[in-house]
């Protein structure tokens, strides 16, 4: 497509159409600013308001911004050059947001990482897109990341800085001490609002994370969709269970709090009973998050008597959604609209749910409408209609993958993203996502992508062939389930393989939680393994269990 690349200061390719982005500026999607210039206009407007909240500590405009410009001076100090990135590995803390400003401020690209990654996944990002820096705990949640960190490191050629939070270890750098060094002298840069702001992974079917890359013109088109149609305002306190290292998770906790001058409150260990305190404390108004957030707040919520009065929105997305769901929670949360959403880290929030409280049916039975993105519907003849592939193009979308070979049959010439996911389109623009033609598994809002495990269990020696499928799950939205066919004499169970992948240092997370013994499985007639049968097998057998 002619005009559409640009170039980074490390060779990245971005995708910009300079008619299509003079559209996102005409349209007041692309802010030509930075979260840095808004958090610099709002310290300067309202020095004392409260941004941020955690378990030990609170942010004001002004602190935040303060400790950001330290830590950014000190990213000058060792040379960082805008376009350089640094990695973060941390909770749901408040530090996580303070790192996220300093690295807007400094021009550096953020690769946020959720803190579920062991070696095997870390060593390959922070390697694959050259890190210069990554801020990890000391330990969280009893896992030593400072020392994963120290392996990490051996097996890098050009390994990172480790800055530890929270806790001090010897060989690496003390975020506490980052601001007691001499920054003098260091100036910030002018940040381009078309440069990158921000790098995360996203698992695909390949088996290879990839690198998705916003600008901060087109992460902050988000906030303005969002605040556009739920009318976002300071009065708003968001509750923050939903990982910062996802696209979700970051929006809400380092760019709403800046724009909109509304508060994130953190929960870094989801815990629903705990959630709904939280709530109830601190007057949250604003959640999104995943299935199974929505199901255990409500379950904890009515186990304490408490309807949450305080909240108005439940965005929820992720996974697929329940209309029973919403219906319910919709009746017992009685002050709160609550609704479904349908997105990616690709295209975030590409439809915005019913904001009308009474309109339950659009709510519960639909993924919404599509906000600042276009939607096409695409057959398997490329025709379009109002059933088939999603395909999206909006301000929000990503402006490219860290790797272009990534980028292969994702994009059609008119720049439209081609999400893998099926959806039918109802009562005039509403959508209805049915599948994915992907096999990504998402758990508990963490996405799993089957032939990178498939890949490693495939050595097991108890395993002649396996294919993993996600299955639905009341708890976690869906659960893995590893169809294996074994070798002779051996039955491989799931303690088996949880074993071999741990010794691999794989996330638990992608760890089966089923396991299936077929004598063969079932292919086409070119050896490809028909995932969609062994779903189908799975659910006849799931349903007449039930009966």
């Known amino acids: 497509m002619a005009g559409e690349k640009r170039r980074t200061p490390q060779g990245w390719s971005l995708r910009i159409n300079p008619e299509r982005a003079k559209a996102a500026r005409d349209g007041g999607w692309w802010l030509d600013k930075t979260a840095a210039d808004y958090a ?65 401020l400094a021009g550096v690209v953020l690769h946020p990482i959720v803190t579920a990654y062991r070696e095997a996944e870390v060593a390959f990002m922070l390697g694959d897109c050259g890190s210069r820096m990554i801020f990890v705990p000391e330990v969280f949640r009893g896992y030593d990341f400072a020392a994963m960190m120290r392996t990490v490191c051996e097996q890098l050629d050009r390994p990172p800085e480790v800055v530890t939070v929270r806790g001090e270890r010897g060989e690496f750098t003390d975020y506490a001490k980052m601001f007691a060094e ?50 976002i305002n300071g009065d708003d306190r968001f509750f923050i269970p939903s990982p910062v290292g996802h696209i979700g998770g970051s929006m809400y906790a380092f760019d709403m709090p800046v724009l909109f001058g509304a508060r994130a409150v953190l929960q870094d260990v989801w815990d629903a009973d705990e959630g709904v305190k939280i709530i ?46 919403i219906r319910e929670a919709k009746e017992y949360l ?41 939607v096409k519907l695409v057959d398997a003849d490329g025709k379009e209609g109002e059933e088939g592939e999603i395909w999206l193009r909006g301000p929000q979308m990503l402006v490219g993958y860290l790797h272009l070979e990534d980028e292969q049959s994702t994009f059609d010439e008119d720049g439209f993203f081609r999400t893998g996911d099926l959806a039918q389109r109802v009562d005039g623009n509403y959508l209805v996502v049915s599948g994915r033609s992907k096999d ?75 396991v299936e013994l077929w004598t063969e499985l079932p292919r086409n007639p070119a050896g490809k393994i028909l995932k969609n049968k062994i779903r189908d097998a799975l659910l006849a057998e799931m349903r007449q269990g039930a009966n």
């Open 182 to 231: 001499d920054v003098g002298g260091a100036q910030l840069p002018k940040v381009d609002p078309d440069s990158v702001k921000i790098l995360i992974y996203t698992s695909g079917t390949t088996g290879r994370a990839k690198g998705v890359i916003h600008t901060h013109n087109s992460s902050l088109a988000v906030c303005v969709q969002v605040n556009r149609h739920w009318r």
């Open 440 to 514: 990504l598994i998402i758990r508990n809002g963490e996405n799993i992508s089957p032939k990178e495990v498939e890949d490693i269990l495939g050595q097991h020696p108890k395993i002649a062939d396996i294919a993993i499928v996600g299955l639905p799950n009341q708890k976690t939205g869906e659960r893995a389930c590893a169809v294996i066919v074994p070798r002779a004499g051996e039955e491989p169970d799931v303690a088996d393989l949880r074993s071999f992948l741990e010794e691999r240092r794989v996330a638990r997370f992608k760890i089966p939680e089923q």
């Open 40 to 104: 610099e206009e709002l310290a300067a407007k309202e020095p004392g308001r409260i941004l941020v909240v955690d378990a030990v500590r609170t942010l004001d405009a002004t602190t935040l911004l303060s400790e950001a410009k330290t830590l950014a001076r000190g990213f000058v100090k060792r040379g960082f050059k805008p376009g350089d990135v640094v990695s973060m590995m941390l909770p749901n803390w408040h530090e996580s947001t303070v790192v996220a400003l300093a690295a807007c």
């Open 334 to 374: 009685t002050n709160c609209t609550v609704t479904r959403v349908y997105g990616s880290t690709e295209v975030p929030v590409a439809t915005v749910g019913s904001p009308d409280p009474g309109d339950t049916d659009h709510a519960a039975e639909t993924d919404g409408r599509p906000g600042a993105a276009t």
């Open 280 to 325: 109830d404390k601190e007057g949250c108004t604003f959640i999104a998050g995943a299935t199974p957030f929505l199901q255990q707040l409500l379950a904890s919520s009515r186990a304490v008597g408490s309807r949450l009065p305080s909240m108005r929105l439940f965005i929820c997305g992720g996974a697929s959604v329940p209309p029973a769901l």
